[in-house]
């Protein structure tokens, strides 16, 4: 363990270097691109959001080592657009980029929330680029499409004006559109995302508590607590966050990775662990935490991260980043309700700073990323810094199918459930449990079909509990649909299961008794908490990491 002070002095290097860079390229807003090139020149810090037939890009710088200089990068004017009703090849894709005068700042890493049922794209946070200062007034704004790839902006007023005044905007929280919902998670702030933050250093940014709520529906904001994620002090920071969806549960807000931040700087942190997630229900307001198996991603930040629903299941794939050991070039899976890693053996390209979004049913549109941080002189591997991954093949292509079939999970984690695997999930609670089956097992009228995953498996008060006898129901049946075996099966567990339940009602009613309600427990027994590690921020290599490539991205 090196010592504090030698931290200390990497730390401020880095942070030298990240402002020595900036200087370089200039600090003003005139230094900018209005159009994505057609080359192999790298990109980094964009957002992307996928509404109706079109992928939208904002945001983000691009290497202008063609044009300016080695050591140059420029930030992009626009929104730029790809059409996803049409197949393409990621060296002959179009492109259509709309400029406007009426628009919000260039950002780096804006949080897209993307409001299908009011047809909108919703841009809130992010640092403005080339340290530039923040817009006088915070403004939540709204992308509203034309249907040919271009759209208009424009700014929204908050039904809740008092709040909304009140609200700090920051950069690098974990965000998503989850349940009608804008959701961002803690984050840090400096002179470039909130003009009350302009006798903050850039170097250091100052970590912003909370769960930022806005509801599309009524217009109205919230600051909720996030203690319950990160005790005791409610931060995330450089993490990624996907909206669960499919089971019996509202939708559910699933931050993962980066770190938790200490108040007062966001250099103060300490990297999450994947093994344990927690979720948020943003309709009722809980938190929920489950504990994972399998082969989980080890700790890291500046990863891309998409989530993709199955007929009877949910995965979560996440892909790069930066950890203690350098920057990663894996993928690894999360299937939910299981809450079991697998690790992707593909090879793939290093990456941060690099952004993805789920499109075309099972595709992943991975656009830019850097190998290493402030590399940007390496041509990228990938046209147009574009990247499509097939999430049920596992297979890196260059181009988009807009005819590809519905997903369906990979082979790896259909053989997982058909061979019973689910009798070893230990539930971290009843209520938790009760997120992701279809009833209660107390309600004798249930009934069982091959698209439900009724469960018995054990379940504890804590990670470690594993008292009670677990059941394989849900690896019977999750295998048997995902297998696609026989109606006749799944009837024959019917009888099986209704016959067993008023024994089970009775034994686990007892136990529910000696067990302390939720909303008794304290804000550290909420959620489990994560083994921390701490994070070196200036890793000097990028481990290659094994793996048997099925297929190799050609751009």
């Known amino acids: ?183 961002y998670l803690g984050g840090a702030g400096n002179p470039s995302t909130d003009n009350r933050f302009r006798d903050v250093s850039y170097s250091n940014g100052t970590p912003i508590p909370g769960l930022l709520k806005y509801n599309a529906s009524s217009r109205a904001w919230s600051n909720e607590s996030a203690v319950a994620y990160s005790f005791p002090h409610g931060t995330s920071f450089l993490g990624q966050a996907t909206c669960v969806t499919g089971f019996r549960s509202n939708a559910l807000f699933v931050p993962l990775g980066g770190h938790d931040v200490a108040p007062g700087t966001a250099n103060e942190r300490q990297i999450r662990s994947f093994n344990n997630i927690t979720m948020y229900n943003p309709v009722d307001g809980r938190w929920y935490w489950q504990q994972t198996s399998g082969t989980p991603p080890g700790g890291r930040d500046l990863f891309c991260m998409v989530g993709v629903a199955s007929r009877n299941t949910f995965e979560i794939f996440v892909y790069g980043g930066r950890g203690t050991d350098g920057y990663f070039n894996d993928i690894h899976i999360l299937s939910i309700p299981a809450f079991q890693w697998f690790r992707v053996p593909v090879s793939s390209p290093t990456r941060i700073f690099h952004a993805c979004a789920l499109a075309g049913n099972r595709q992943m549109i991975v656009s830019g990323g850097i190998n290493s941080d402030w590399d940007w002189r390496r041509e990228d591997e990938w046209t147009n810094s574009l990247g499509v991954f097939d999430l049920s093949s596992l297979e890196w292509r260059s181009n988009y199918d807009a005819d590809a079939l519905e997903y369906e999970s990979p082979e790896v984690v259909r053989s997982w459930y058909q061979e019973g695997n689910t009798r070893s999930i230990i539930w971290s609670s009843d209520s938790v449990r009760d997120l992701f089956i279809p009833q209660s097992q107390t309600d004798e009228s249930t009934t069982t079909s091959s698209s439900t995953l009724p469960t018995t498996a054990t379940t504890s008060s804590a990670p470690t509990d594993s008292t009670t006898s677990p059941s394989d129901s849900i690896g019977v049946i999750v295998g048997a649909t995902l297998g696609s075996i026989g109606a006749v099966v799944i009837l024959v567990l019917v009888g099986v299961i209704i016959a067993q339940r008023r024994g089970q009602a009775q034994r686990r009613g007892s136990k529910e008794k000696s067990r302390p309600r939720r909303d008794e427990l304290l804000p550290d027994q909420l959620h489990y908490t994560p083994v921390l590690h701490e994070v070196d921020i200036n890793p000097n290599r990028g481990p290659e990491l094994d793996s048997n490539a099925r297929s190799e991205l050609q751009g």
């Not at 299908?116 to 915070?138: H, L, P, S």
Request: proline fraction near 5%.
């Open 1 to 183: 363990m090196l010592p504090s002070w030698v931290k200390s002095a990497m730390i401020a290097l880095f942070l030298a270097q990240i402002i020595f860079l900036r200087a370089v390229t200039g600090n003003s807003l005139d230094n900018r691109q209005s159009e994505l090139p057609t080359s192999r020149r790298r990109r980094g810090f964009q957002s992307m959001a996928v509404l109706g037939s079109y992928l939208y890009i904002t945001g983000g710088d691009i290497a202008s080592w063609d044009t300016v200089g080695p050591d140059d990068f420029v930030a992009i004017n626009g929104t730029s657009a790809i059409a996803l009703n049409v197949s393409w090849d990621n060296s002959s894709v179009e492109i259509i980029v709309t400029e406007s005068d009426a628009r919000p700042l260039v950002k780096e890493r804006p949080a897209l929330w993307t409001d299908a049922e009011r047809n909108t794209i919703y841009q809130w946070g992010g640092e403005v680029g080339f340290r530039d200062d923040a817009e006088q007034e915070n403004h939540l704004w709204e992308f509203s499409p034309d249907g040919n790839g271009s759209g208009t902006w424009s700014t929204s007023s908050p039904s809740n004006p008092e709040t909304f005044r009140d609200i700090l905007q920051g950069d690098a929280g974990p965000t998503a559109f989850c349940g009608g919902y804008g959701l």
